[in-house]
């Protein structure tokens, strides 16, 4: 391959690596075949779009060795459960940190009133065992004609519980779950399958129903097993739900940001405006510092900003405001990399080399100094990512990406345009490239 | 160009010292008078923003404090809202404290709640402190890196020295500089604000590593006077210097200006610090290498 041919293709490697960016960054379903590969849209953080964030802190001090992960995935569900009986739109709950600093993270977007949603979450998960009853007249009047209790609550509850297992059938192998009661708990269960025998004896969690097995016998021993058609899953799932009832963390809410729709709707418009405003004055700034491979750097740049945005979206990267600000900092440092090559190129040419050696030269000469500004701003984010809060991460994943997007695009993509039109005849003309060279060049 | 040759860095060295000098006794004058406020993310607290109609700051001031709210602190913002910084509030006393104004401003909107707990804080302290040991280190690893080979003229550690040097004043000033902004603009400082630092200072040490290096491959290639010679390399890294702030600061600008009010104060100490990170690069790092040089020669001479 000539270096003609080369550089042709590396043209084309430009404009399908920019239609396909265009592609992934327009609104999902306009574009049909890269909407279903990229089924994503752009994640806004909270700030942006209004919404609470929580975040708590579970006490896993009074749970013994293998259970705490176990404890604190229970929590998250208890969690996730109460914060999906309040109908927000994708609500996330996550868990974060170890043993000694169990966290779980819950991100309400565009809740209007996160006050009541604080009070469901903050209570204490329940477990509790409650009889059926027959419904009388009798019962209906002491319930003053409200709907007529069904169940009956014991003095039997998740207190009581020593802890919940998987276990399987010796005989069918189908999952079961085993209780284990305390003692207190045991003979509380033996009273109350005593009296069932036949009935059913129903499983509280939160005050609704998780289970209602049918009572066989009278258990005194403080065990219990539920069999039912459980599928293995579920089995282990209900089995985390009841220890996280048996097993009551307790957690502390200990930190809580809420912001309003208008002030999100307002960053976000904001923050936009900063971003096409900034890349402009980047944009004008390199056309009339280095004209024409100004130019080519002021589309290298248009083409990152679109990179960034689409990264973004693949990854599902939550934007936020300091993330935007990370984003805008880095279009900054991308300019620099085209700045130091640029400034070398002048010299080349200043130093009477022919144009194309002279692009060569200028981007093999400003790659150290590129490599090691870059490399340490890297090990700043990472750090900052590594230690810092949650606003602060966004800040320092965002600047990463645009550092390493910056690299490629600064530097991959303005030496390919540099070195296409450097073939062609018409951009021959040194004086495009800079002030008073054409003289020089042509000695 | 014509300007820095007038300026003649390394000749004027103590007019340049002189300023900074003044510079860090005004910072430590802002910081010992009005401090450094640490955010609630580090202490501890809860922030409210509210905005409406007569929502000013004594009608609010008076208003809290009928509800027993007595230690708050109520500042207007730039956006025509309202803030209110007080201890942490439980969920049940920001219920009843945002029922309470609400009855009482019709249309009040809370822009934001944000409380912080004493978990929280505790732990973003130790992770901060974390973050600024762990950058120090980088930074002195990074450097002791760029210099480990020693030239004839000036020792490694010469350079590695001066280097902290320009850092330890970029931080004060920064300091001071946040310190006055705090004062006038509704501000404390974060975890925002120790990411500016952090941020700033990789730019400054690389900025400073830029002009060093040209220092150093001078020396290996020019017989000129220690002092012109500085200032020569200066000149030849100076356009990148500019270029890499000026275009940075730009893009920092328009964040100040267009950008979120959230996080104004992070943006505004991101684009002081990077002014001062490069002055400092160029009028104090380099003329200390002169400075250092020629005393040890009139040292030895003696």
Sequence with gaps: MTTKQKSLWGLAGVVLLTVLAILIVLPTGKVPVISKIFNKNFRLGLDLQGGTQLIYHADLSTIQGSNKSEALQGVRDVIERRVNAFGVSEPRVQTTGGVSDARVVVELAGIKNPDDAIKLIGETPILDFREEVEITAENLKTENGVLPIAWKPTELTGRNLTRADVSFDQNTGAPEISLQFDSQGAKLFEDITGRNVGKRVGIFLDGSPLTAPTVQTKISDGRAVITGTYRLEEAKQLATRLNAGALPVAITLINRTSVGPTLGRDSLGRSMVAGIIGLLTMVIYMIILYRYPGAIAAFALILYALLNLAVYKVMGVTMTLAGIAGFILSIGMAVDANVLIFERLKEELRNGRQLIPGVTGAFAEAWASIRDSNVSSLITCALLYMLGSSIVRGFALTLAIGILISMFSAITVTRTLLQASSNLKLFHNKKIYADGLATEGNK | ?302
């Excluded at chain 2, 300023?19 to 004058?29: K, M, Q």
């Design chain 2, 1 to 302: 160009m014509m300007l820095l040759k007038f300026l003649s860095i390394s000749k004027n060295s103590r007019y340049w010292f002189g300023f900074s000098a003044a510079l860090i006794v005004l910072s430590f004058v802002a910081l010992g008078f009005w401090g450094l406020r640490p955010g609630i993310d580090f202490v501890g607290g809860s922030i409210m923003e509210l905005r409406g109609q007569n929502v000013t700051v004594p009608n609010i001031r008076t208003s809290l404090q009928k509800n027993n709210q007595n230690s708050i602190e109520v500042q207007s913002t730039s956006d025509n809202s309202v803030q209110v910084r007080m201890q942490q509030l439980t969920n049940d006393e920001h219920t009843k404290i945002l029922e309470a104004l609400k009855k009482e401003f019709s249309g009040i909107e809370e822009l934001r709640f944000d409380s912080v707990g004493p978990i929280f804080s505790k732990d973003l302290v130790i992770k901060s402190v974390m973050a600024i040991i762990l950058s120090s280190l980088g930074i002195l690893v990074y450097l002791a890196f760029v210099f480990h080979k020693s030239s004839a003229v000036v020792s490694s550690w010469a350079f590695g020295t001066f280097a902290v040097v320009a850092l330890i004043h970029d931080v004060i000033i920064i300091g001071g500089f946040f310190a006055v902004y705090a004062r006038f603009f509704s501000a404390s400082a974060d975890s925002l604000f120790i990411t500016a630092i952090l941020t700033v200072i990789g730019f400054s040490v690389h900025d400073t590593i830029v002009i060093y290096n040209r220092v150093k491959s001078n020396l290996r290639i020019l017989r000129l006077p220690f002092g012109e010679l500085v200032d020569l390399s200066v000149l030849e890294t100076f356009t990148r210097s500019v270029n890499t702030s000026v275009t940075t600061l730009l893009v920092l600008l328009a964040l100040l200006f267009f950008g979120g009010s959230t996080i104004r104060p992070f943006v505004a100490t991101l684009c002081f610090g990077i002014i001062l990170g490069s002055y400092s690069s160029v009028f104090i790092a380099a003329p200390l290498l002169v400075w250092w040089q020629e005393r040890n020669k009139k040292q030895v001479k003696r």
